[in-house]
């Protein structure tokens, strides 16, 4: 019998305010362990959250560049539980009413593009992490951390309609590529600044139901997220075919031995007792506010892809590379300005200096007049890939480097042509062997021409001079 | 000078006809004198209170003066919190808990210059109407050291009552300032909600919590009120007007005031022929001075106290989750693990009553219950409300008993928590609707304690409140301060 999956993906993303959800504390990561806390954030007696108004505005644009319907008035709720790393002992969301609902991303595949639905995106706020003295299980003891508590968490759920382990990978990826366009999120998934829970369950081909899934947890890369739904869709599909059934669950990734694993401790299911927060007024999101956000929506990843393509005759492939990254494409944009002849090598040389580029050690001006002096042969290839990293390490521009150090090639086949004829004067032996037939020597002679120039000669011009004068 | 009004104390220090420290003194003499007996103070600041006071009368030596109250010495019930001072809530699970914040009443107070005394008794995390929920003992009734001086901000209301202070502030969640006002013959009143900060004020139940003054007199009370009223930008429930001159309508005339009486207040079982009686004569004080009466209908008011007993059980369930002993307040010593620490920190932290609440509210929130019990009694609130509006489209002010008793006698419903409940039958609709109500003198029982007179207003019409209860205050004069075997 023939399966298919059925994946949806819950995101948590942390929105990259300078401070808290519901109090002024920075939400940096890495300070001293409850360095960035205050009454409000550590849940002392009598105090109240308010809510950070930037933090709405990066939810509402989230939700305007996925094409969400934003709410006008949405309701946060306490979800209450206990847990020494939530002061409060419950944690502040969204749940009946959120911020936004109904929208989609457009993911692109092998076999074209497609459609993937967004549920919701809801508002919440982080708890903090707790430091356990030696192994957890048998732990002397437990410090807490509240530096993460109230961070904002962007939640983005998904409809389950990805198919396979490569569809959530692409969608993961444009949809941090659209939060970081956006500047709402730093996309890290190592350090838990993006976050994905997936939903997984198989069916035989064409059954409409979906089967019993299992959330798989613990995913910090892209690629863990796909190796680990590989992995528990193969289980599931081996499981039905032994005539077992999937057992509704969380499960973990472990990524070392590349399994999934049932949580340990039963995850019995919880009542939270939502409730709204009577501290927190409904949150009412004005329609002149939303418009006004939406003109600060910059061009999105799918659309700069198609716009380079079109524009520049670029594949998709290396249009999809360039748009990796806002900054990336802009800067292959800046750098064709300077000089837009062959956008295909500014394309790779973009794309293999990326790093140096991200890090602001380079400059358009230095790609452009890179791929400029090769496709003018003033420069070899090799000249051309010692200079920019030249001009990386001493940050002067790349012309001056170029001259200083005499990497110039020389292209003028009149200046080569008194060379070569001086190489072939002092060769006569070997000029006599080419004509008799040794055409190996061709190399021979381009080797001496190119001595004699000290390396500065354009082999490809050397070589057309030398079978010019040779006849 | 214990007897003096707040104003008066306030004027006195201001005009150098007493000094800070003297005034202080006197005060604090009184409460190392009767505080014993009453446990009115659950902490006394003795040194700092004196330190205080020295510095007022430096300030008013160079010709300045911090606010209104200069020099005066004041109360906080002890929900509110005190940097640097401890703040229990009368609670055994916060009994060392010192606060590195003020609440924003606290700073309010403060900064107009009050001398703060103390932190005054209360039922545990103001869940009671007698005081005896806390865990500090409960507080007495200055008219009779037998009886109750109601709650929860009963040890502000035994306080001013007894001249332990010239002013207090408690906080109102279904009745806890009015009726103590009330069965300790002093005026006390719950503001509109949203008027005053909740912001470090302990949270029992948000969405009905609100803080305001316990006076001898109604000026007072609405100069207290001035202090604290306004926006605060740390809570997002506050709102955001602008605060009259609330000292100005206690002068006005309640000429051509409609006064309502809502029929279900007076139809019911339970009511005092004297209070009864305490409350007409009320109400012919106010028709002599040019008011008008009449006859309004409230006909939820009998679902008020169920729907209440959810909410802000409801609430305060989760409120209270946060004392776990991990962070501040008791921890229970014990070997176990995790959940076997909080379990009996809580255990051991909590009272009998603030435990049954915890209970009632959880299981009103618990899934599958929530639409029957927590969705329904929001329901009736509404319903509740709509009530209200109804009636203030025909009257300005309506008039109904504080109390349905006067003082009962301490461990007289400690084992009857239905009848303890029943002691807040008028308050509590008024935080149901988040309207104003205040609770002032207007007679005494034949055994010779007090009996209260409520009047509700419109949303932010306080000023209706001051201008009537001050009306009343004239025309029925009754001793502020209790005699205290000093007579």
Redesign the interface.
């Known amino acids: 019998m023939e399966f298919e999956a059925v994946i949806g993906l819950e995101v948590h993303a942390q929105l990259s305010t300078g401070s808290k959800i519901f109090c002024a504390c920075s939400a940096a990561f890495g300070a001293p362990p409850n360095e960035n806390t205050c ?1 409000v954030c ?10 950070n108004r930037r933090v709405v505005e990066f939810a509402v644009r989230t939700a305007l560049a996925t094409s969400c319907a934003v709410r006008k008035k949405s309701v946060f709720a ?1 979800k ?1 539980y ?1 847990y ?1 790393d939530l ?4 944690q502040i969301s969204q749940y009946e009413l959120p911020l936004a609902l109904a929208g989609h991303i457009d993911i692109e595949l092998e076999g074209g593009a497609k459609r993937i639905g967004i549920t919701r995106i809801h508002l919440e706020e982080d708890a903090g992490k707790l430091v356990h003295e030696g192994e957890f299980a048998g732990a002397q003891a ?1 410090l ?1 951390d509240l530096n993460r508590c109230s961070v904002p968490l962007m939640e983005i759920v998904s409809e389950p309609d990805m198919r396979t382990p490569e569809e959530a990978g692409e969608y993961l990826r444009r949809l941090r590529d659209i939060l970081v366009y956006l500047e709402v999120c730093d996309g890290n998934m190592e350090e838990g600044s993006f976050r994905c829970d997936a939903n997984v369950s198989v069916r035989p081909m064409g059954q409409k139901e979906f089967g019993t899934k299992a959330e798989l947890k613990n995913m910090n890369s892209f690629r863990n997220v796909e190796k680990a739904l590989e992995h528990e869709i193969r289980r599931q599909i081996e499981r039905i075919e032994d005539g077992d059934k999937v057992v509704q669950e969380t499960r973990l990734w472990d990524a070392a031995a590349g399994v999934t694993v049932p949580m340990r401790g039963k995850e019995e299911a919880h ?1 939270y ?3 709204p927060d ?4 409904p949150l009412i999101v004005e329609e002149a506010w939303v418009e006004e956000l939406r003109q600060t929506i910059p061009e999105l990843p799918g659309e700069k892809i198609t716009r380079l393509t079109r524009t520049y005759g670029l594949s998709r492939y290396d249009a999809g590379l360039l748009s990796s990254s806002r900054a990336l494409a802009d800067f292959f944009e800046e750098s064709l300005a300077v000089f837009g002849d062959n956008p295909k090598v500014t394309a790779n040389e973009c794309v293999h200096w990326k790093e140096a580029i991200a890090a602001g050690k380079i400059s358009p001006e230095t790609i452009a007049h890179a791929v400029e002096d090769r496709e003018k042969g003033t420069i070899s290839a090799t000249a051309s890939k010692k200079l920019v990293e030249l001009a990386i390490e001493t940050g002067r521009p790349i012309r001056e480097i170029r001259d200083e150090k005499g990497l110039t090639q020389v292209s003028d086949t009149g200046a080569l042509e008194e060379t070569v004829s001086k190489v072939l004067a002092a060769n006569p032996k070997e000029v006599e062997s080419y004509r008799g037939g040794k055409a190996g020597l061709l190399s021979f002679f381009v080797g001496q021409v190119m001595k004699e120039t000290r390396g500065k000669a354009n082999p490809r011009i050397v070589q057309e001079v030398l079978k010019k004068t040779l006849g | 000078m214990h007897e003096w009004t707040l104003l008066s104390a306030a004027r006195k220090v201001r005009e150098k006809e007493i000094s800070s420290r003297e005034l202080t003194r006197a005060i604090l003499d009184r409460i190392e004198r009767h505080n014993p007996r009453i446990n009115a103070y659950v902490t006394v600041l003795t040194e700092k209170a004196m330190k205080d006071a020295l510095a007022c009368d430096e300030a008013l030596q160079k010709g300045r003066t911090l606010g209104p109250l200069h020099g005066v010495p004041v109360g906080l019930k002890d929900i509110f919190c005190t940097r640097g001072i401890r703040t229990t809530c009368g609670s055994r699970i916060l009994h060392n808990f010192i606060p590195p914040y003020d609440a924003t009443v606290t700073g309010k107070v403060l900064s107009s210059g009050a001398v703060l005394l103390g932190k005054q008794n209360m039922d545990e995390f103001a869940m009671g109407s007698s005081t005896e929920t806390s865990h500090f003992g409960p507080a007495r009734n200055p008219w009779a050291l037998d009886r109750i001086p109601g709650g929860s901000s009963g040890g502000t209301a035994a306080a001013v009552a007894a001249g332990l202070c010239f002013a207090g502030v408690g906080t109102d969640t279904g009745g806890s300032i009015r009726q103590p006002a009330s069965v300790c013959g002093v005026v006390g009143l719950k503001p509109t909600y949203g008027r005053v900060s909740r912001y470090g004020m302990i949270a029992f139940a948000s969405s009905l919590d609100q803080g305001g003054p316990i006076t001898r007199s109604v000026p007072d009370a609405a100069m207290i009120l001035s202090v604290i009223a306004g926006h605060d930008r740390r809570d997002s429930t506050s709102v955001d007007l602008p605060v009259p001159d609330y000292l100005a309508a206690t002068r006005e005339s309640v000429k051509g005031l409609k006064v309502g009486l809502p029929r279900e207040y007076f139809e019911g079982e339970g009511l005092d022929p004297g209070v009864r009686a305490a409350v007409e004569k009320t109400l012919a004080v106010l028709t002599s001075q040019g008011a008008q009466a009449l006859e309004i209908s409230l006909p939820h008011t009998r679902y008020a106290l169920s729907a209440y007993y959810i909410i802000a059980p409801a609430e305060a369930s989760s409120n209270l989750a946060r004392y776990d002993g991990v962070r501040y307040g008791h921890r229970a010593r014990c070997e176990g693990g995790l959940i076997e620490m909080m379990s009996r920190t809580r255990a051991e932290g909590f009272g009998a009553e603030v435990k049954r609440r915890v209970m009632i509210g959880t299981y009103a929130l618990s899934a599958g219950y929530y639409e029957a019990y927590y969705g329904k009694a929001q329901k009736v609130r509404t319903l509740i409300r709509r009530d209200f509006e109804e009636a203030f489209s025909k009257v300005d002010v309506i008039l109904t008993p504080t109390s349905p008793t006067p003082a009962f006698r301490i461990g007289e419903r400690t084992g009857d928590p239905l009848t303890m409940y029943l002691s807040d039958i008028f308050t509590i609709p008024c935080n149901l609707a988040g309207i104003p109500g205040i609770s002032v003198p207007c007679g005494m029982s034949r055994e010779g304690l007090p009996i209260g007179a409520q009047l509700l207003g419109k949303h932010f019409r306080e000023e209706d409140l001051f201008m009537a209860a001050a009306a009343i205050e004239r025309e029925i004069p009754l001793p502020r301060v209790a005699p205290m075997g000093e007579a």
């Open positions: 009454p550590t849940g002392m007696p009598g105090v109240l959250p308010v809510l306490r209450n206990f020494p002061p409060k002992a419950y437990s807490a009542d007792r939502y409730f009577p501290d927190l007024l």
